[in-house]
């Protein structure tokens, strides 16, 4: 594990002692929400000395009506997530929905996260962890 969060944290100070943080927008909106967010978020955690993870949904899968916004295209908004971590020298990391989905967003994220209400999923953690990407598997309310 400790292998894995030096490569993670190798642009920024890691404290074994301390937290780092997950966070961004829901999902990826416009490259202004996402650079904004992160460059404030970068900012703070810096100053407080926070390891940081930019954390953005490439598409949101899970939305209580079916008409709700659920992205900006699949490879725009992978892009995006992968110019915002370079930008501003954090890792990434996306919700995956599906097996199929785990090789793509690999190819852009530094993290797979597992939703958790796919937490049980055999076949998509099967599929995240072929990846050999670092997986945030949320806990689900089973």
């Not at 993870?53 to 997530?81: M, P």
């Not at 919700?95 to 999923?121: G, T």
Request: glycine content about 6%.
């Amino acid at each position: 594990m400790q292998a894995f969060l030096n490569k993670l944290f190798e642009n920024q100070s890691y404290d074994n002692n301390n937290f780092f943080l997950l966070a961004g927008p829901c999902v990826i909106e416009s490259e202004e929400i996402v650079m904004e967010v992160a460059d404030k978020v970068a900012t703070i955690c810096k100053n407080l000395g926070i390891p940081y993870v930019f954390k953005s949904s490439y598409r949101k899968a899970n939305r209580t009506s079916a008409n709700s916004f659920t992205g900006i295209g699949d490879e725009t908004a992978l892009q995006l997530l992968k110019k915002t971590g370079e930008a501003y020298g954090v890792p990434t990391v996306t919700d995956i929905h599906a097996h199929e989905e785990a090789a793509v967003a690999a190819k852009y994220a530094d993290i797979l996260q597992i939703p958790a209400f796919l937490c049980r999923q055999t076949d998509l953690l099967e599929a995240a962890a072929k990846t050999g990407k670092i997986i945030n598997v949320k806990k689900g309310n089973s």
